[in-house]
């Protein structure tokens, strides 16, 4: 036997008013610069102690600025907080789009 809604507190919202969840796209963009900044951090830390020098030659090769320097791992990190947080804005923004287009 269930309770009807009425009784438990729960509204029920119906079919036609629900609203696909979207991506806020200045905090998405934000929460993933972070991660690059750390990302890329770390990376100049274990540049510049020897450690996990395979990643940071790549990451030398895919980055203009960065080098396992503390100026060089600074501009590395302001290169992935402007590259991915414009990158992941515009994806979230798409991601909104397609979503609202399709419901």
């Known amino acids: 036997m269930s309770t009807p ?5 729960v ?6 008013s629900r609203v ?14 972070t991660v690059a ?3 890329m951090l770390l990376l100049g830390l274990f540049g ?6 395979g990643g940071v030659e790549m990451m030398e090769q895919w980055h203009l600025f960065f080098t396992p320097t503390p100026a060089g ?7 992935a907080v402007v590259i991915t947080g414009v ?3 515009l994806f979230a923004e798409l991601y909104n789009r397609f ?5």
């Open 5 to 9: 809604p009425e009784q438990t507190g």
């Open 11 to 16: 509204r029920e919202i119906p079919e036609s």
């Open 20 to 33: 696909s969840p979207g991506l806020d796209p200045l905090p998405f963009a934000v929460a993933a610069a």
């Open 37 to 39: 900044a750390v990302i």
């Open 48 to 53: 510049a102690i020897g450690v996990y020098e």
């Open 73 to 79: 791992t600074i501009a590395g990190i302001l290169e």
């Open 87 to 89: 990158f992941t804005y």
């Open 99 to 103: 979503t609202s287009s399709l419901s």
